[in-house]
T-cell receptor
Framework: DTGVSQDPRHKITKRGQNVTFRCDPI?????LYWYRQTLGQGPEFLTY????????KSRLLSDRFSAERPKGSFSTLEIQRTEQGDSAMYLC????????????FGPGTRLTVT | AQTVTQSQPEMSVQEAETVTLSCTYD???????LFWYKQPPSRQMILVIR??????QNATENRFSVNFQKAAKSFSLKISDSQLGDTAMYFC????????????FGQGTRLTINP
């Protein structure tokens, strides 16, 4: 069990570019979450997968954002036409039903849009 | 919608002292869970302690304990015998039972333990 991993850890991009982040959850965890954390704030829920199915999306997730979990394992979060307001830490978490509802977090990907 | 409020943006105590972090929440749900997560500087978030709303007994994990007041919708965290390694951002979080089981976080409290 190596924990939740995220790649890249840091991404600097210019406004208007597309970026993609990857999350590898703990191997047996079938639930996967994406959160966004801006400076000085708590994380905010973006979207949730159970296996490969995306079951809930926040209103924060505009149409420029898309997330996938193709085989129910790793997940990707893509942001198209990035804006300065997209600058934030993007956190991934995974959990297993029956595990006392604990979500295990990855180290995050810090996005800076210049 | 649920909201979580942490009214103390920053706190600072001396090593070995006891410190209490405050959290209030608003919900119309009856079945839910409450959590305190710790986010050390430049490190990932880890669970400190959890509380099931149906349990009257307050949760305890070693030096960490909570004071859960369901009627008042209050969920404070007490850290006893604080250590330098307790320095971190602390987030209170709410989870509704069922559905996505997503976490709703407060704004966080930055806790500094001074030697």
């Amino acid at each position: 069990d190596t924990g939740v991993s995220q790649d890249p850890r840091h991404k600097i991009t210019k406004r208007g570019q597309n970026v993609t982040f990857r999350c590898d959850p703990i191997s047996e965890h079938n639930r996967l979450y994406w959160y966004r954390q801006t400076l000085g704030q708590g994380p905010e829920f973006l979207t949730y997968f159970q296996n490969e199915a995306q079951l809930e999306k926040s209103r924060l997730l505009s149409d420029r954002f898309s997330a996938e979990r193709p085989k129910g394992s790793f997940s990707t979060l893509e942001i198209q036409r990035t804006e300065q307001g997209d600058s934030a830490m993007y956190l991934c978490a995974s959990s297993l039903p029956g595990s006392n509802y604990e979500q295990y977090f990855g180290p995050g990907t810090r996005l800076t849009v210049t | 919608a649920q909201t979580v409020t942490q009214s103390q943006p920053e706190m600072s105590v001396q090593e070995a002292e006891t410190v209490t972090l405050s959290c209030t929440y608003d919900t119309s749900e009856n079945n839910y869970y409450l959590f305190w997560y710790k986010q050390p500087p430049s490190r990932q978030m880890i669970l400190v302690i959890r509380q099931e709303a149906y349990k009257q007994q307050n949760a305890t994990e070693n030096r960490f304990s909570v004071n859960f007041q369901k009627a008042a919708k209050s969920f404070s965290l007490k850290i006893s015998d604080s250590q330098l390694g307790d320095t971190a951002m602390y987030f209170c979080a709410f989870m509704k039972q069922g559905g996505a089981q997503k976490l709703v976080f407060g704004q966080g409290t930055r806790l500094t333990i001074n030697p």
